[in-house]
């Protein structure tokens, strides 16, 4: 079995900062990208940031300058550091991750179960 946990999130003000941490694990032979995506309510799900095994990122353009994901040489956990943050950043977070598991060939996306970021003005 694999999971994807997530923590870090809460309430902060506009301006404030706040860190994101996610972690797989479980039987994984290998981590081939790692991203956040968030979903505010009545709105789809949306990407954040992503990082793939090989340390390339991709950030939305509504984050970009203001939020950094990384990670460390094993590629777990990932985290995400949240700067500036606007009430419209305000949603559900979600941690996903690419991953080949042990008893398998192929990989598959695992989501964590979500961290709410609250952005007060």
């Known amino acids: 079995q694999v999971q994807v946990l997530e923590s870090g999130g809460g309430l902060v003000q506009a301006g404030g900062s706040l860190r994101l941490s996610c972690a797989a694990q479980?039987?994984?032979?290998?981590?081939?990208?790692m991203g956040w995506y968030r979903q505010a309510p009545g709105k789809e799900r949306e990407l954040v940031a992503i990082i793939t095994s090989g340390g390339s990122t991709n950030y939305a353009d509504s984050v970009k300058g203001r939020f950094t994901i990384s990670t460390n040489n094993a590629k777990n956990p990932v985290y995400l550091q949240m700067n500036s943050l606007k009430p419209e950043d305000t949603a559900v977070y979600y941690c996903?991750?690419?991953?080949?598991?042990?008893?398998?060939?192929?990989?598959?996306?695992?989501w964590g179960q979500g961290t709410q970021v609250t952005v007060s003005s």
């Open positions: 996903n991750a690419n991953i080949s598991p042990t008893w398998a060939t192929s990989s598959f996306s695992y």
């Open positions: 479980g039987r994984i032979s290998s981590i081939n990208h």
